[in-house]
């Protein structure tokens, strides 16, 4: 089975998710072509966040809309086999209920509301475009958004992921790790015993994040 299948099989079991889990509150299944699944979300950054969290809600390009409006979006791209050559993988936290979504101003109010909200955002990435050994590898984490000048000596912040992340994979860390559920509640969904690992030998014996369920099946 291609990881493609396997995503798509993955999808097809998300009006599972609507009734096991009562923290979500919908499911969309995402737009399906022959090279891609979903749609990539813009950039997220401090000054366009709303704007980007508003466009993201109304054009529904999200796959799960939790109970407190926070949104999961899939991106994946294929190669001619079916496997994975890119993807994006999108906790986009709601914004705060005090702010007025159609009217709102960027002041220092609107800016301490959203702090939880860039805190709490987390992509996963996998794509070649800007690789650097160890410090940027080809899957990785973003935690958070924050702002950098382009004088910082501080650079952004990516965590190096072992292995390829299916939908439930994610959607597992998100509910698990952002919003404590129980893993009773959980228990229910499957994962896919294929894991294809992305990161080069050398950056294996560094830091590297890994989702495995069955860790003692792992290898």
Do not use: W
Not at 45 to 67: A, C, H, M, P, W
Not at 76 to 90: I, Q
Not at 93 to 120: N, Q
């Amino acid at each position: 089975m291609s990881e493609r299948d396997t995503i798509i099989q993955q999808f097809v079991k998300f009006s599972m998710l609507h009734t096991e889990i009562p923290e979500i509150n919908n499911y969309l299944y995402p737009k399906a072509r022959s090279k891609t699944i979903g749609e990539k979300t813009s950039k997220f950054t401090i000054s366009n966040y709303i704007g980007r969290y508003n466009d993201t809600l109304e054009s529904k390009n999200y796959q799960v809309l939790f109970y407190d409006e926070s949104l999961i979006s899939f991106f994946y791209e294929f190669d001619e086999n079916g496997n994975v050559s890119r993807c994006s993988l999108s906790f986009i936290p709601s914004v705060d209920g005090e702010i007025d979504l159609s009217d709102y101003k960027m002041d220092e109010v609107v800016k301490d509301l959203l702090l939880e909200t860039y805190g709490d955002y987390l992509r996963i990435d996998f794509d070649e475009t800007g690789y650097k050994k160890v410090i940027h590898t080809k899957n990785h984490m973003h935690r958070g958004i924050g702002y950098r000048s382009k004088d910082c000596v501080r650079k952004e912040i990516r965590f190096p992921f072992l292995h390829l992340l299916y939908p439930l994979d994610f959607i597992y860390i998100i509910c698990r790790y952002v919003y404590h559920i129980d893993e009773s509640v959980l228990e229910k969904l499957t994962f896919s015993d294929q894991k294809r690992v992305i990161l080069e030998p050398d950056e294996q014996q560094l830091l590297a994040l890994s989702f495995n369920p069955n860790p003692l099946d792992f290898n």
